[in-house]
């Protein structure tokens, strides 16, 4: 594998793994959301809100308010901000952005938070803003939501690589397993293979187990210097890669592989590991189809073998490939744009081993992934992190 010509992320460290326990339907503002988190950071890392001198914050309900507001709706004074509008794959881009701000000494503590509020109509009024591109050419023509453009591109690639929806539904099923031990999960109830192929079509081939339920929720972590966290007394995972692309393949007629691709060998040489290295893998899991897509795309088989992969492996917490094993979103539930973070939360616990109920024995090493801002063909936003618990 060839050497990578970055720079590495010598000495940044995450820490401070939060989640506020989701909600089906909130009330509350994306703020309230989003401050519940900072409040938890601080109390978790044991330190000051004054100590936190960078905030990078994602949700698509905060109104028209963005990280500037939310400084002085919490009373922080910070010298490095952003605002990351890219969905599922905000979280990924805030870990990036985030340690290298860190790494130029341009802040010290960054905070990391993404959070949405669900009210009865939030998820309406989500769709038909969700871009311009949506509110001209889709949600006019009653294909307003990722459910019929996501049933495009799930039946193209199953028709191209001979996937069939019990292939796919082994997905759905491992994680409703994953999630019964997860006492924040929304989904608590067992799901059957049976269950999944019967259950009712939403747009075909997408059917109601392939559909994550939108919630209201928070995720968040700090990202900071190994020194910083040591004089803490804080554990930290190591960040030893990352990659980002968007709009990858955009000559493809329609979306078979995303940007993961492009920059896979990058993700394990900047890492100096290999895909069979890793303990724990946490997709973005917005369809299953996806997912499998990425177990081809970040380099656990090659492209067309997804189905195969499913069948030849255990995705359950014991079992031999431990994936969302906190059921991810498909049985965790989608809070918003914090639905980018929950995976990459739930690694950073795992290799911390604070995972509780959902850790897996001596998981050292965690791959996280996202994807998101889908159009009507494609998603275009993708990216993964390699991370490593504290060195023994």
Known sequence: MKNSLRTPYDGIVMAAPVTIPYARYSIESAQWWIGRALSALVAKAGIKASDIDGLCVSSFTMGTDSGIGLTQHFGLCVRWLDTIPLGGASAIAALRKAARAVQARDADIVACVAGDTNHVDSFRLTLENFSRFNQDAVYPYGAGGANASFALIARNYMRTYGVTREDVGRIAVAQRANALRNPHALMKTPLTIEQYLAARPISDPIHLFDCVMPCAGAEAFLVMRDET????????????????????????????????????????????????????????????????????????????????????????????????????????????????????????????????????????LALASGFGMINYDRGLASGAAIFAGPAR
């Open 229 to 364: 966290a040591a004089s803490l007394g804080l554990p930290a995972a190591r960040l030893l890669s990352t990659i980002e692309r968007h709009n990858a393949f955009a000559d493809d007629p329609m979306q078979v592989r995303g940007g993961w691709a492009m920059d896979v060998g990058e993700l394990y040489a900047m890492a100096g590991v290999k895909p069979d290295d890793l303990d724990v893998v946490q997709t973005y899991d917005d369809y299953p189809v996806i997912t499998m897509m990425q177990f081809e795309d970040l380099g656990f088989c090659n492209k067309g073998e997804g189905a195969a992969f499913v069948r030849q492996h255990d995705l359950t917490i014991e079992g031999d490939f431990p994936h969302n094993t906190s059921g991810g979103q498909l049985s965790a539930g989608q809070p918003g744009a914090a639905g980018a973070y929950l995976g990459l939360v739930e690694g950073l616990r795992q290799v911390l081993g604070e995972a509780g109920p959902t850790q897996v024995k001596d998981a050292k």
